[in-house]
């Protein structure tokens, strides 16, 4: 006789025959909203009024023109880690290095910077910048080099150079790069005004960063919908032995994803020494190179996605410093969102490719009476 | 350098790697069974602070190492519910785990920086403690570096000559075939994810509680990642993760040793060394590929859907 | 007498498809039974839900004349059930004896040793020696198959399932294992044989179900009706039962050599690859050249070197009297070779993009890029367009348009598609590993037609597969791969079955006389 009933639950998943596009864009929406949601819990849980909370967070930042500038000031970074990042995630390549290539890039410009302090001319931040894109290049290179000679995986690669770069920018403010006048504090110079990114206008920080990652973002757009080389990416990305098969260069592109991805990640990481901070100081990123991870999978690898998931990102940092000032709740919050918001992503995501059914009611008609046959 | 330098030296190797052996144990027995967890880091900071809080608030250090534990695990029933039962990407929850551990640790321990506890004391064993240089390094370390001893003899027994090492193996081999002979794929996942989770919860308690008894935000520094290469250098074997966590210890304490010598090198690059001498062996490992591909297993990393 | 198994409308569905459809089947104790139906019809499925791994949606199943819900294959063990998937549930990094105590109740597997001689006692008794120490990926296809059925053996069990057992077994190896399982039915073991190949069925069956798209066409005992008569509910009324193909005309050593391979030996990094040794191979203009062999004997290794995945010293390999061992793929294809792979999805075509995007994946040296822009930098959407339209029309490709990912076809249109893509750039030469494995029987037609129109207009195919009456059908001439040794190539009607079944094992020094002493000593 028939012993267990089978396990049933009322839902199911099912595999959809092809994936839905537009669950795909709508899984961000439905991510950012559960965050909405669990991050109003927490507030209440905190002892606030979730919503006034939540204004605070995401919506007193940019209620005057200062508040969007200084936004932009955080879109820029993220824009161009995220681009960057895009093209190696299309590629499969886990580069989770951004954070370091960005660090590198700022030591390296850094270090170029400092050694124009009394620069007057303009033209000094073309060396300055090209500094900072090469040292960018040349520690997502190691990474490059790692994975096609001597196949290290590249996340465990690029997380410890990220490390080494941090260590790096340590060593060099505590000592060789450190302000002589700085009254010990772990510091560099303050760079000349003419090593300083030009702004728009005076009564603001926001500078032409911001136009590098437009540009960016439209040119690695181009790059990968329109060209060969980013069709060979994504290919390579979607099926190595398909990419095989066709006989794509796995190194090459390889190298070429990493090497587009420190050059932008290395250009952000100057442009944040050589804009807003203006010298180089320990904590010269935020986390941005971590940060545009999230932003690529908010923005679904899509050019406009990642630039509203950038700003979204780039909002997290302010809210997070804005709840310190006004409800003096830690900043750490900025994380912790930046966490939750990636996690119901991909939890989300899941129904890309998945839908929920009923299940049907599988009343199996067994039949209770033993059949002679 | 003299005798009593060289058992420091010694000890403080065994302490520093005690961390990573707890964490890459874990991590072995839960890729074993094919689920690449890379949320190590984030649940590491998560024991920490949680056992760090649990401390301060109930005072009982043997309580404060189960909160953590529990806090691991329940770090990994999240990754678990993702990457197993919704057959999410397990890099990129895994990432996720580590964004978000590290947030909601910095975010929850906020205000107990600063703090100092008594840590949890070293223990000598009687009469082995008093083995001349063996007994300073082995026996007179605190209870955890016991307990990472009988753990690693634990897993090792495991997977010579259980059933159970032989399951868990079979379904991070080839799952679909498991399933056919019968085993519950999703639920040896479960388990294995939920023993990686409490393994490196205990060594974020060991970290905040014993080995520096004090709660910073980010204090792993990496300690998750650098046990997830430990494993691939171990090539999934717990004898070779003990070997790796101590040679990874002494790299970590090279500051001791130069200062021993009366070298004087900036700590900064110093502290460089674990992270470049993980990528050393990175590449030595990778030059050995034929070897990596044998003994890793096999379906690690591909989420499962039984069809039903 | 009671049937020892009896279904009951046996109904199962997935999203898109019916997989079965109000099924009714019995086995006796001790039959041999048939179930017999083309790729797809539902075969697999119903074979899962007995063993407990699929859940029906409706019907019911009686086990001995109880009502019965097997709850998984452990509980079908319990019943006394074994089944041995086509895709062998074996563990390669483990010993046959750690496989098979895997699969056992506990208390008969905790002393490893003492399963170790009952594995020796119970595969001698049968003809199926093993040695229980060895790993899994040590051993070959046959012998993996020996492990699984063992397994089923050392319990005791009242019925063996066998999905498509065969198929991966050279034609003495199928002798043998037969040998066997009539000894298991002698003993009172019902078996369940899965199959597609009319002539198994009707030697060794006593009853036979046959399923098509996913009902039951039909219940016969295959000695009692003809196999015309099997085909026909097999297949249907409107399929052609028969075809004929013609041969290449001419003498064939006359014409112009397209691809010509000398002393080629090659050892890839892969542990678990074959090595090839002094494989020597002429292909002539518009001659179809087929490959026979067991898989895992270095098919896979030579397909890779002949599409330049793998590469070997430029001088072994030359296509159209260039020398192209060490080139790469993308130079191969510019000189006129094409390439089918085995694996469809995740090699031959990329799952998740469209069929557009999968056109261009092999065919970009055919004018789909901007020659004037960044050095063929920018693709031609617009003819890309063009050749995946005439591609889905010409090769009557079912889908859901252009736009369609890959892994929304069926493994038939897929393979249209993929075959269809490498026939519209005019090879000179073109390789098909397994062209019509798992596609239905309509479509196998349309692509053996393709293949012959090709090699018609003077292309030179080579043909690698483990289907023997599709090499038979198809190919001008005719070999054997074998651990990595190439045989002797021949005509196609010089060679029996029994010499190709020699040179699949190895035996290549065999005429038609030695051959018969051969299988008098084999029987001794």
Known sequence: MSKASWLQSPLKLEKRPSDSQKIAYLSPVLAIALTLISGGLLFLFLGHNPLTALHTFFIAPLSDVYGWTELGIKVAPLLLCAMGLTLCFRAKIWNIGAEGQFIMGALGGGFVALQFLDAESAWVLIPILLAGIVSGMAWAALAAYLKTHFKVNEILSTIMLNYIALNALLYAVHGPLKDPNGFNFPESALFADAALLPVFSDDYRLNISLL????????????????????????????????????????KLTWFALLACGALAGLAGVSEAAGPVGQLIPAISPGYGYAAIIVVFLGRMHPVGILLGSMLLGLTYMGGEMVQIEMSLPKSLTGLFQGMLLFFLLACDLLISYRVVRNKSVNVSVAREATSA | MDIDLITNILYATIRTGTPLILVALGEMVCEKSGVLNLGQEGTLLMGAVIGFIAAVTTGNLFVAVLIAIVAGMAMSLLFGFLSITLVSNQVATGLALTIFGAGLSAFLGSSYVGIGIDGIQPLAIPYLADIPMIGKIFFQQDPLVYLSFILFGLVYWTFNSTRLGLKIRAVGENPEAANAMGMNVHGIRY??????????????????????????????????????????????????????????????????????????????LLAMLPYVATILVLVLLGSNSIKAKLSAPISLGQPYRPQL | MMARLLLKGITKTYPGCIANKDIDLAVKAGEIHALLGENGAGKSTLMKIIYGVVKPDSGQLLWEGEATQITGPSHARQLGIGMVFQHFSLFETLTVAENIALGLPEADSKNLDALSQRIKTVSEHYGMALDPQRYVHTLSVGEQQRVEIVRCLLQDIKLLILDEPTSVLTPQEVKSLFKTLRQLASEGCSILFISHKLDEVTDICEGATILRHGEVTGDCNPQAVTSQDIARMMVGDDTPLTENYEKAEGDLSQRPTVLNIRELDFKSDDPFACALHGLNLEVKQGEILGIA????????????????????????????????????????????????????????????????????????????????????????????????????????????????????????????????????????????????????????????????????????????????????????????????????????????????????????????????????????
């Open chain 1, 212 to 251: 590098f990652g437009l540009f960016f973002m439209v040119a690695i757009w181009t790059l990968m919908s329109r060209t060969w080389v980013g069709y060979q990416i994504h290919v390579l990305g979607e099926d190595a032995a398909a990419a095989k098969y066709a006989g794509f260069k796995q190194k």
């Open chain 2, 191 to 268: 388990m294995a994810v939920l023993f990686g989770g409490a393994m490196t919860g205990l060594a974020g308690g060991y970290l905040s509680l014993a080995y520096t008894p004090l709660w910073s935000e980010g204090m792993s520094a990496g300690r998750g990642w650098i046990a997830l290469a430990l494993v691939v250098f171990a090539s999934w074997k717990a004898e070779r993760i003990m070997l790796g966590a101590y040679l990874f210890g002494a790299a970590s304490i090279m500051h001791l040793v130069m200062q021993g010598l009366g070298f004087d090198v900036a700590p900064n």
């Open chain 3, 293 to 524: 062999g067991v898989a895992g004997n270095g098919q896979d290794e030579l397909m890779s070197l002949l599409s330049g995945e793998e590469t070997c010293a430029n001088d072994r390999i030359n296509l159209l009297g260039q020398d192209m061992g060490n080139w790469s793929p993308a130079r191969r294809r510019e000189l006129g070779f094409a390439f089918v792979p085995e694996e469809r999805l995740g090699r031959g075509a990329v799952p998740n993009m469209s069929l557009k995007e999968n056109a261009l994946l092999s065919s970009s040296h055919k004018g789909l890029l901007h020659t004037n822009w960044f050095n063929k930098g920018l693709i031609k959407f617009d003819q890309v367009k063009q050749l995946t339209t005439t591609i889905i029309e010409k090769y009557k490709v079912k889908c859901g348009g252009l736009e369609a990912q890959a892994k929304s076809l069926s493994g038939g249109n897929l393979q249209k598609f993929i075959i269809g893509r490498e026939i519209e750039q005019n090879p000179k030469l073109l390789v098909c590993s397994h062209p019509t494995w798992g596609v239905d029987i309509g479509a196998a037609i349309l692509i053996r037609h393709a293949l012959i129109e090709l090699r018609d207009q003077g292309c030179a195919i080579i043909v690698v597969s483990e289907d023997i009456d599709e090499l038979y059908q198809i190919s001008d001439r005719l070999c054997a791969i074998c651990d990595g040794h190439l045989s002797p190539i021949k005509p196609t009607r010089d060679i029996t079955i029994d010499t190709l079944g020699q040179w699949m094992a190895g035996h290549f020094n065999t005429d038609e006389n030695t051959n018969k002493q051969t299988e008098e000593l084999a029987h001794v």
